[in-house]
């Protein structure tokens, strides 16, 4: 989808349809106003009788407007002007955008974002705008029989009434449009079934991002490489499965090589059964998303690709599958992960930490200034935060506060839950160094303990994606959730 720049007055905009957003009270303001003024008053009409309302995400398609400005008007209802806040210019962006595909309108100019609140300035304006409207148009129909009609919008016009917000704008929407792309291969990798979305099928499309983008680089490395590596954790989770585990390294470099990168983790569990600590039925497909972690990075590996930021990043993904078999790992069985601290395996279903630990000092290799691993690491993180914010633990505040922001601002927000060292009490074993599994209370942060066993001393971050990287129940699919909070955090570097 196309997003230029439009600065002229909203009245005589040439368009297929005007988005206008309307705010509660008796006065027409800003672009509604104009178009109210070539209509000849018609917007004014449609609220006094009821029919436009300023109801937060209520629509209302006017298509005859009449006058030679735009041929229809899409009234949005944006709530009281003065609780315009950021959150609801996204369900204003939202609301606006779901009705334009559904109107099946080719081409569009909003006005949405010349009415959004101001603190949140000219380039997140422009790349929220960007952001949502490319995932409300998100499609993933590849294994239907019969592919959904394409969605007609090709073009969504940024319409602005302060000429000096533009160069900021645009450069909204080059970093909106690249999250985007990340989101949507994110949300692809997410959807896609677990007999099609396996390591191998990971690996490939990293390889496939580092021959798109010149400054990336793929590595991927086998079971025989992860052997040779002493990688003992994470060949313990793959034990039991036929399908081969890969470990995926791609390298993101945009400046001097002397330059210490940041290095991403992300949990790539293709399918998680629980292992021989077997899951129970209900909802077992959604473990198909136990690789949000993976497709979250290297969502965010293409975003960096496509703008070439100055830094320098590596990723990896180990990438395997949980499966029960004669051959899987039993509760009870210790191994030594790639660091030399050994592990009691008391619950096989706590194998995202396991992965993620090998992958972990694997990073440390690269001397990174920070690590950030991401992962739907725990049900309980879940159950401490539903669906609305990433589980955000670290031991080290700076590197804290600037991912929160990050997500505050990208509205992919973040809470900060703790990790304090006595989280560590319940992975006390008798027989190995410490155990992968603790008690139910307190579970995200006593996996989030075990993790910064790995860290060495780095600034380390952990984001647990569990509750928002995928929707359940009648809108079903991944969220793309976590590359605009780690885009923005890494552009902000
Ligand atoms: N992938 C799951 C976590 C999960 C569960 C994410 C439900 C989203 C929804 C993870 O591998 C897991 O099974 N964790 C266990 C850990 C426990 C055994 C210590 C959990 O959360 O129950
Ligand atoms: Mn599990
Ligand atoms: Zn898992």
New binding site residues.
């Given amino acids: 989808m196309e997003f230029p720049v439009k600065t002229g007055a909203p009245g005589r905009q040439k368009t297929a349809c005007a988005v206008v957003p309307i705010f509660e009270g008796k006065a027409l303001t800003g672009p509604a106003r104009e178009i109210d003024v070539v209509s000849g008053g018609l917007l004014k009409k449609l609220i006094r009788s009821g029919d436009a309302s300023a109801e937060v995400g209520r629509c209302l398609m006017v298509p005859q407007l009449g006058g030679s400005g735009p041929s229809r008007a899409l009234l949005v209802g944006c709530g009281k002007a003065g609780e315009f806040s950021a959150k609801r210019y996204k369900q204003a962006l939202t609301a606006a955008a779901q009705t334009l595909k559904r109107a099946g309108i080719a081409e569009a100019t909003s006005y949405l974002p010349a009415a959004a609140p101001q603190a949140l300035g000219p380039y997140y304006i422009a790349r929220l705008a960007v952001e949502t409207t490319s995932g409300v148009f998100y499609q993933f129909d590849e294994l239907k029989s019969r592919a959904a009609a394409k969605p007609k919008l090709a073009k969504l016009a940024i319409g602005l009434t302060d000429k000096a917000a533009v160069s900021e704008a645009r450069r909204g929407i080059t970093h909106g449009k690249a999250i985007a792309a990340g989101m949507s291969l994110a949300k692809d990798l997410g959807n896609r079934p677990p007999n099609v979305c396996t390591p191998s099928h990971l690996a490939q499309h990293a390889r496939a991002l580092a021959k798109r983008y010149k400054n990336l680089r793929a590595e991927v490395l086998d079971e025989r490489d992860m052997k040779r590596l002493k990688m003992g954790a994470l060949l313990s989770v793959t034990q039991g499965a036929r399908e081969p585990a890969r470990l995926i390294v791609l390298h993101y470099q945009g400046t001097s090589p002397k330059q210490a990168p940041v290095a991403l983790c992300g949990k790539g569990?293709t399918f998680?059964t629980?292992g021989i600590?077997l899951?129970p039925p209900p909802k077992m497909d959604?473990?198909k998303?136990?690789m949000c972690g993976a497709a979250g990075v290297l969502g965010v590996m293409a975003a960096l690709g496509e703008l070439q930021p100055a830094i320098n990043v590596v990723a990896v993904v180990p990438a395997c599958e949980?499966m029960p078999s004669g051959e899987a790992t039993r509760p009870g069985d210790i191994v030594r992960t790639m660091s030399g601290q050994t592990v009691e395996i008391l619950?096989t279903?706590?194998?995202?930490r396991l992965i993620l630990c090998d992958a972990m000092t694997y990073a440390l290799q690269h001397k990174p200034r920070y690590l950030i691993d991401v992962a739907?690491?725990?049900?309980?993180?879940?159950i401490a935060i539903g669906n609305v914010y990433t589980g955000l633990f670290s031991d080290h505040d700076e590197l804290a506060e600037a991912l929160l922001a990050a997500g505050s601002r990208s509205l992919d927000p973040a809470w900060r839950l703790p990790v304090d060292e006595e989280y560590g009490d319940s992975l006390k074993s008798n027989f190995a160094d410490f155990a992968?599994?603790?008690s139910?209370e307190g579970?995200a942060s006593?996996?989030a303990n075990f993790l910064s066993r790995f860290v060495e001393g780095t600034p380390w971050a952990h984001l647990d994606i569990?509750?928002v990287?995928w929707k359940a129940n009648a809108d079903k699919g991944a969220t793309g959730r976590v590359v605009p909070l780690l885009t923005d955090f890494l552009l902000s570097l």
Avoid: P, Q, W
């Fill in positions: 569990v998680d629980g600590s899951k959604e473990m998303f136990d949980n619950n279903d706590a194998e995202g739907t690491l725990t049900g309980a993180c879940v992968n599994a603790g139910r579970g006593i996996a569990a509750g990287a």
